[in-house]
């Protein structure tokens, strides 16, 4: 007797169709999938840091930004008066008769000292606004970055469990027609069942290759 064929009495086995492998795996490549909970709940967590303080930047440039508008409103307040004053010295001055009047002098000086003064807390208020826009802008590109990352790594985990359920189930129909047992002839089974094979082989091997 040769050493292929079955021992008197025993039950013949399930053999799986030749010319078939599973595609090689680089499990490297893919997390474990007890490890994608992880990974997503690190990115949720460094998400939920940084929202808290995109909040109160936000409020920080609205206020700044109105602060602007402020100062930006007083500076050409005080340079329409500077200009009036600045009129009426030079008619005072282009008339020879009228007395020279310090009044006029005083608000001219006001005036000038005042609108600088506006003007410098637009400028500064202007450079605050710009440094929080672009922490601002730091924030929000993380947090894209953060989300973008969360939606690749959720693809790949849901890749990696149909890679699973696919592997299952190839094994599954490997068992052949013969696990049926005797009693329900069908003849074309087997290369049905091995078609179905080489489908879902092909589509581990597609998943296999999107997923990377």
């Not at 009426?88 to 608000?107: F, I, V, Y």
């Not at 047992?181 to 290369?191: E, H, N, R």
Request: net charge neutral.
């Amino acid at each position: 007797m040769g050493e292929d064929a079955p021992a008197s009495g025993s039950e013949p086995r399930a053999v799986p169709p030749r010319g078939l492998a599973l595609p090689p795996r680089d499990d490297a490549a893919v997390p474990p999938l007890d490890n994608y909970a992880e990974f997503i709940g690190r990115l949720d967590a460094a998400a939920g840091n940084l929202a808290p303080r995109l909040d109160a930047l936000s409020k920080a440039l609205g206020a700044a930004e109105l602060l602007v508008d402020q100062n930006r409103a007083g500076s050409e307040l005080w340079g329409q008066r500077l200009s009036r004053v600045s009129q009426l010295l030079a008619r005072q001055s282009a008339n020879r008769q009228a007395p020279p009047s310090g009044t006029l002098s005083d608000l001219h000086d006001v005036a000038v000292k005042m609108e600088r003064l506006f003007s410098s807390r637009t400028q500064r208020v202007q450079d605050v606004c710009t440094a929080i826009r672009a922490r601002r802008d730091q924030i929000n590109t993380s947090l894209f970055e953060l989300e973008k990352s969360k939606v690749k790594l959720s693809s790949s985990r849901m890749l990696a469990q149909e890679r699973e359920k696919l592997t299952r189930l190839a094994a599954d129909l490997s068992m052949g027609a013969e696990s049926i047992g005797p009693g329900f002839p069908d003849t074309g089974l087997q290369a049905t069942l091995r078609e179905a094979r080489e489908a879902i082989l092909l589509a581990e091997a597609l998943l296999e290759v999107k997923g990377n």
